[in-house]
């Protein structure tokens, strides 16, 4: 089962991102990347060795103005998600989800994302949720996080389009209320993750908190 698991994170392509929160212990140089600020023009360039991107901050800006300056709310703050008894690093699942998805939340609460003590590590789940229209679905999101304490609900519609500001909100949720994080795992609620193989993995990887894991395309053809 642990074999299985860990193919399916790599084939899969779950996104494993490694970190502790403090960031001080964290700000080193990615090798291969070398940042050209222009201040002149207000933007930055990425070389990899191959390619190199260049982003216009003013463009960026003007295109996706509710990304720069969208202040997060959440209607549900998880307060609690990660308190618990120090000692212990903490593995925190960070997990997508859409309001209208109970089922797979009670279904990951029964397997892989229940709260527990694993490998030496103390294992807990979160699911991320924009508003729904629906004011059932916010109901029993409420009810949820009474029953469970593993909900954040921001004020943004639950959207394909709004993905990348629940990234960045949940950035934000991370350094305002889970500090204590020493990993975080990034997924969606359709995903089946296997912890001990994850857990696992951490033990045999020197420096992994040092390490963004994951499945990497390099030069990715675009298929639409």
């Known amino acids: 089962m642990k074999r299985l698991g860990a193919c399916i994170l790599l084939i899969g392509g779950f996104i494993w991102l490694s970190y502790t929160v403090r960031l001080k212990q964290r700000e080193t140089p990615q090798a291969g990347l070398s940042p050209s600020p222009n201040p002149s023009r207000g933007s930055v360039e990425l070389s990899d060795g191959t390619f190199t991107f260049r982003l216009d901050y003013a463009a960026f800006r003007a295109e996706f103005p509710q990304l720069q300056s969208y202040r997060c709310r959440e ?40 709260p527990r003590v694993l490998g030496g590590y103390r294992v807990r789940a979160v ?3 924009g508003v729904s229209p629906d004011p059932r679905h916010l109901a029993l999101l409420e009810w949820e996080s009474q029953e469970f304490g593993d909900v954040v609900l921001w004020d943004f519609a639950e959207s394909h389009q709004n ?35 994850l857990v696992t993995y951490l033990g045999q990887t020197p420096n992994a908190s040092h390490i963004i894991h994951g499945n990497i395309q390099r030069h990715a053809v675009v298929m639409r």
């Open 127 to 129: 699911f991320l949720v």
């Open 163 to 197: 993905l990348s500001l629940k990234e960045r909100c949940f950035l934000r949720w991370v350094g305002a209320h889970c500090g204590q994080a020493d990993f975080i795992f990034k997924g969606d609620d359709d995903e089946f993750v296997n912890p001990p193989a």
């Open 75 to 114: 209607l549900i703050p998880g307060d609690g998600v990660c308190t618990g008894p120090p000692g212990l690093p903490l593995l925190l699942l960070a997990v997508k989800s859409h309001p209208a998805s109970s089922a797979r939340r009670a279904t990951a609460r029964r397997t892989w994302a229940r």
